[in-house]
């Protein structure tokens, strides 16, 4: 079980934006620590798409983008592309375990 | 450009040991924490653990502390996970990643080595 619970699965169709939703507490994202955003294609490393909430790093495609609101976060992708077909993961810091904390991740197809 | 490439997996038993390196390159090595981040097979992500840039703070998760221990080799540009003990349960995908601090609390990964696979197994 992860400490940071994310929907195992989103889908929608190519243009259509879709969101994933990132639930922690307030040992975690409710005590202001910050939301990371990482995308996984198939058979490759993670790579980061949202740091510090809402920050794309260069070469990140501004179709994507991250908020956070209380204990949760969200990662909204617009315009959907087949590319963005992948697992995604939020991360966070969580005090009370001292150190980083992932999501389950979330698969995202597109149809 | 920054690279970092780890080596070092394999097939071990159970209750034995390995070490896995990262090679860094493309920044100034020293300056930074760096992370190790683990991924089972068919599974999410993990953290492993975390290393300062000057190698005298280091965090672990709860399911690895007492068993594995992170280093780095400034000099070398290297970064270690030596994992004692192993478990079936150890079985995954070892990344090491760059984190954007000198010191690791509250910290981002970037960007990912390739990964290597450790596998625990009689």
């Known amino acids: ?42 058979g490759t490393a993670p790579k980061l798409l949202i740091y510090d909430h809402n920050n794309r790093p260069s070469g990140v495609p501004d179709r994507f983008s991250g908020s956070k609101s209380g204990t949760s976060a969200s990662l909204a992708i617009t315009g959907l592309q087949a590319e963005d077909e992948a697992d995604y993961y939020c991360q966070s810091y969580d005090s009370r375990l001292s150190g980083s904390v992932f999501g389950g991740g979330t698969k995202l197809t597109v149809l | 450009e920054v690279q970092l490439v780890e080596s070092g997996g394999g097939l071990v038993q159970p209750g034995g040991s390995l070490r896995l390196s990262c090679a860094a390159s493309g920044f100034t090595f020293n300056t930074y924490a760096m992370s190790w981040v683990r991924q089972a097979p068919g599974k999410g992500l993990e953290w492993v653990s975390d290393i300062s840039g000057s190698g005298h703070t280091t965090y672990y998760a709860d399911s690895v502390k007492g068993r594995f221990t992170v280093s780095r080799d400034n000099s070398k540009n290297t970064l270690y996970v030596q994992m004692n003990s192993l478990r079936a349960e150890d079985t995954a995908v070892y990344y090491c990643a760059k984190c954007p601090n000198f010191d690791s609390s509250d910290n981002w990964f970037d960007p990912w080595g390739q990964g290597t696979l450790v596998t625990v197994s009689s």
Do not use: F, M
């Open chain 1, 1 to 42: 079980q992860s400490v940071l619970t994310q929907p195992p699965s989103v889908s929608g169709a190519p243009g259509q934006r879709v969101t994933i939703s990132c639930t922690g507490s307030s040992s975690n994202i409710g005590s202001g620590y910050n939301v990371h955003w990482y995308q996984q294609l198939p």
